[in-house]
């Protein structure tokens, strides 16, 4: 992660219970520098793209959507963020798979805690985060799923799910929370940890629950996620299970996040034509 300096955030912003009513413009503070070079930025034309609100309860989550202009219906994905909330990149994402025929919603699931997007030190992301119950995420995206079908022009018959780094564990566990699920793409999501209040389960936990599948994308060189942890994983979905995973050798983590000096070209190009061919082969768009 980027060595950034302490600022201390606004509280107004950043409380926990205060709900954002809007996404972050750009990208999230802790992620810079941006590496501007590498950074893919997929155009809006021939899309209806930008930021929405979902209803969940009595409040109105922010998120961001995109999908083709057409008529529809289109089969629904999930983007699930990292760490760092939905930003740009994970908006650009949202916009890369609606040019492949999508609908790809991306909801902020860290808006009840609070806005990780004005926070410059990743240490004061941590706590944030670790206040997201595993429950509420769930709720979310299924509010996400219904609200897409509804107002989005998404198909009722298919929904598939990617996410990256946090984003990847959710993907594993909203795989064995919801049986509809028809595909997902985990990018380097945690497998194994020490179960908390808020995050009881992880992904070993609950593997044989898993029914739709989940192709999962991992680094050999990821110090945070090692290879014996994501073995664990692969040993725990067992021999009949319809999930793939693939580890790359000497790849890092984040290694498709094309905006951190993380990212590997080859990497990640790989991951996301495995990713369309993954969704296509499981009823998404052929």
């Given at each position: 992660m980027d060595d950034v300096r302490l600022i201390l955030p606004d509280p107004i912003l950043t409380r926990r219970g205060a709900i954002m009513t809007s996404l972050a413009t750009g990208f999230a503070l802790s992620?810079?520098?941006?590496?501007a070079q590498?950074?893919?930025?997929?155009?809006?034309d021939g899309l209806v793209a930008g930021e929405v609100t979902i209803p969940i309860g009595s409040d109105r989550?922010?998120?961001?959507?995109?999908?083709?202009?057409?008529?529809?219906?289109?089969p629904v994905v999930l983007v699930v963020q990292e760490i760092f909330g939905v930003h740009e990149h994970i908006k650009d994402v949202c916009r890369?798979?609606?040019?492949?025929?999508?609908?790809?919603?991306?909801?902020?699931?860290?808006?009840?805690?609070?806005?990780?997007?004005?926070?410059?030190?990743?240490?004061?992301?941590?706590?944030?985060v670790a206040a997201v119950p595993d429950s509420q995420v769930m709720t979310d995206l299924d509010a996400t799923a219904a609200w897409a079908r509804a107002e989005s022009r998404g198909r009722a018959d298919w929904l598939g799910i990617t996410g990256f780094c946090w984003g990847g564990r959710i993907t594993w566990l909203y795989g064995a929370h919801n049986q509809a699920l028809s595909a997902g793409v985990a990018w380097y999501g945690r497998t194994v940890g020490e179960p908390t209040?808020?995050?009881?389960t992880n992904p070993v936990d609950v593997a044989t629950r898993i029914r739709a599948p989940i192709l999962g994308l991992y680094g050999a060189a990821d110090t945070g996620i090692p290879v014996p942890t994501v073995e664990q994983l692969r040993t725990a979905l067992g021999s009949g299970t319809r999930s793939e995973i693939v580890i790359y050798p000497d790849m890092p983590h984040a290694f498709h996040a094309d905006y951190r000096p993380s990212y590997r070209k080859e990497a990640a190009e790989d991951g996301w034509r495995r990713l369309l061919a993954w969704f296509g082969r499981n009823g998404g768009v052929a």
């Open positions: 992620t810079h520098p941006v590496q590498t950074m893919i930025t997929t155009p809006t989550i922010p998120a961001y959507r995109a999908m083709p202009s057409g008529a529809g219906p289109f890369r798979l609606a040019r492949q025929g999508y609908c790809a919603v991306a909801t902020e699931l860290f808006a009840r805690q609070g806005d990780v997007s004005r926070l410059t030190d990743f240490n004061a992301i941590r706590p944030i209040a808020n995050q009881p």
